[in-house]
C-alpha cells in the first residue's frame, strides 16, 4: 500500500515519497521561546514525531530541521520587560522545551537551529525578493508586496482581490483574512536588537525566518513542511509568497497541518483554568508517557478534546499494554505453537501500517494492535498460548513502540525495574517454600515504593501505582 497523506496545498490525499526515492527532506515550525510550551504546541510536535517515525518505518531516511524563534516582538517586549537580553530570556525556555520533547520521548530532528544564526541568509533571501520587484521600503522597513505575487492566498484559500493596495502590518501575527502587506526587515527602533542590513538597522520580521532557514539546510524545494493549522495563514502563506517569489520555484511538496486541541470543549486559556503545560500535568501525577499517548491517538486532522479523564484512560491502555508484554515475557506458556497465532500477529501489523499509511491514522493502527492483545489475553486465560507465540506477539508490540514509544516506564523518583525483578524473584521462592511471612514483607517493601504487585496464573505482574 502506497503512503497516502493529506496535502493542505492540494485539499487531497497524496500519495508521498521522497523526490530523490531516499531521504525525506522535512521542515517543521518549531517554538517561539517567550514560554513554556502549553500541550496544545505540544499537540503539534508529537504529530511531527509520529510522521517522522513512520516515515522511517517505511525505509525512508530522514534530513528533519527544526527552527527556534528567538527573535520576534513578543519576545523582545517581554525581554525588555524583564531587564534582560533576548539571549538571557529566550535560553532558559529554549531549554525548558527541549526538555518537555524528551520527557515527551520525541525524537530530535536532525537539526535544531535557532533564527538568530540565519540573519545573513534572511538579509540574502530579502535581497534576492528585491532584485525580483516583489518588495517596497517604507519608514526604514521593508515589505512584501502581496500584489506582486498573483498565487498569493492559494494555501489558506484566501480570496485576496480586495486587499487595499499598500495596506500594510507590522505585526508578527495577524487575524485571519486580513490581507496585508507584511514585514521582512524592520526597522531598528529604540531597545530592540538590531543588525546591519542593505536596508538599514533592524531585525526580521517572523515570517521571512522560516523561509531562509528551510532553504539554507534543505535546499530551494524540499518534500515536507509541518506545523499546526493555525500557522496556515498568514505565516505558512507568507513562507510560500517569500520563498517562491526569490527563486521561482516550488517551496514544499507537502503541506502537512495538526488540527486544534481543546482542553473540556473549550479553547485553552488561563483565564479560565484549562491551561496545561507538560510540567503542570507531571506535578498532578501523570506519567509523560501518557501525556504523549493522549496527544497522539487521536488523529492529527481531527480536533483533540484533551481532558484529564482522557489521561486516565491514556495511563489505564498503556498499563494494558504493559502488562500484556510481562506475561509474554514471563513465560511458563504451554511448548509449542498455537493455531493461527503466527497469521494473527501479523494481520495485527499489517492492520497497524494500514492505519498510519493512510494519513497517519493512529486511532487505527491503535485498535489493530489492541484488538491482538485482546484476543491474545484470551487464549493465555484459557491456556491455549503457546511458547510459539510470545515471539510474533512481541513483534505487534515492538511495531507499536516504534511508532508510539509508550511501553517503556518512566524512571524519574522510582525504584528501578531490574530491582523490582530481583525482589519479585525472591518472594516467589519465598512463596514455593511456604514462607508468607517474608512473602508478605517484600509485597508491603514494593507497595512502598509505589510498585503493585498482581498475581496471575503464569506468575506475578507489576506496575507502578498512577
Request: hydrophobic share 35%; charged share 30%; net charge negative.
Amino acid at each position: 500500500m502506497s503512503f497516502q497523506l493529506y496535502n493542505t496545498l492540494t485539499r487531497s490525499l497524496d500519495e508521498f515519497a521522497p523526490s530523490d526515492g531516499k531521504t525525506v527532506r522535512m521542515y517543521s515550525c518549531g517554538p517561539t521561546v517567550y514560554n513554556y510550551a502549553h500541550i496544545g504546541n505540544l499537540r503539534t510536535f508529537t504529530f511531527q514525531d509520529i510522521l517522522r517515525r513512520t516515515l522511517r518505518r517505511r525505509g525512508w531516511t530522514l534530513q528533519h530541521v527544526m527552527n527556534i524563534t528567538d527573535v520576534d516582538d513578543k519576545i523582545i517586549d517581554n525581554a525588555n520587560k524583564a531587564g534582560q537580553s533576548i539571549g538571557e530570556y529566550t535560553g532558559p525556555y529554549r531549554d525548558a522545551f527541549l526538555e518537555d520533547c524528551d520527557s515527551l520521548r520525541l525524537e530530535r530532528p536532525e537539526k535544531i537551529t535557532p533564527a538568530t544564526e540565519h540573519i545573513e541568509e534572511m538579509v540574502d533571501l530579502i535581497s534576492r525578493m528585491a532584485a525580483n520587484g516583489h518588495t517596497y521600503q517604507s519608514e526604514g522597513s521593508t515589505y512584501f508586496k502581496i500584489a506582486s505575487f498573483p498565487q498569493y492566498g492559494r494555501l489558506s484559500r484566501l480570496d485576496v482581490k480586495g486587499i487595499q493596495a499598500g495596506a500594510r502590518v507590522d505585526n508578527d501575527e495577524y487575524e485571519k483574512d486580513d490581507a496585508r502587506d507584511f514585514a521582512l526587515w524592520k526597522a531598528s527602533k529604540p531597545g530592540e536588537p538590531a543588525w546591519d542590513s542593505p536596508f538599514g538597522p533592524g531585525r526580521p520580521g517572523w515570517h521571512i525566518e522560516c523561509s531562509a532557514m528551510a532553504m539554507t539546510h534543505l535546499g530551494e524545494t524540499f518534500d515536507i513542511h509541518t506545523g499546526g493549522v493555525d500557522l496556515a495563514f498568514p505565516h505558512h502563506e507568507n513562507e510560500i509568497a517569500q520563498s517562491e517569489s526569490a527563486t521561482g520555484k516550488t517551496f514544499a511538496r507537502f503541506w502537512v497541518h495538526a488540527e486544534h486541541l481543546l482542553v473540556d470543549g473549550q479553547k485553552m486559556s488561563k483565564s479560565l483554568g484549562n491551561f496545561y503545560t507538560l510540567r503542570d500535568l507531571v506535578a498532578k501525577g501523570y506519567p509523560a508517557e501518557a501525556v504523549r499517548y493522549l496527544l497522539c491517538s487521536t488523529p492529527h486532522r481531527k480536533q483533540l478534546n484533551f481532558t484529564l479523564d482522557g489521561l486516565k484512560g491514556a495511563v489505564t491502555a498503556i498499563e494494558r499494554l504493559r502488562n500484556f508484554e510481562r506475561r509474554l515475557k514471563a513465560g511458563g506458556f504451554p511448548e509449542g505453537e498455537g493455531d493461527g497465532l503466527r497469521e494473527m500477529a501479523a494481520k495485527a501489523i499489517a492492520d497497524f501500517d494500514a492505519g498510519l499509511d493512510d494519513d497517519l491514522n493512529t486511532a487505527q493502527a491503535l485498535a489493530a494492535v489492541f484488538d491482538f492483545v485482546r484476543e491474545s489475553n484470551i487464549r493465555m486465560d484459557a491456556g491455549k498460548f503457546f511458547e510459539g507465540d510470545a515471539a510474533p506477539a512481541l513483534e505487534v508490540l515492538d511495531a507499536m513502540e516504534s511508532i508510539f514509544a509508550v511501553l517503556a516506564v518512566s524512571k524519574e523518583g522510582k525504584m528501578p525495574a531490574d530491582e523490582i525483578e530481583k525482589l519479585l524473584e525472591e518472594r516467589t521462592m519465598a512463596r514455593k517454600e511456604k514462607n508468607y511471612a517474608r512473602s508478605d514483607e517484600i509485597r508491603d517493601q514494593l507497595a512502598e515504593q509505589g510498585v503493585v504487585i498482581q498475581d496471575g496464573p503464569t506468575g506475578p505482574t507489576w506496575h507502578y501505582a498512577d
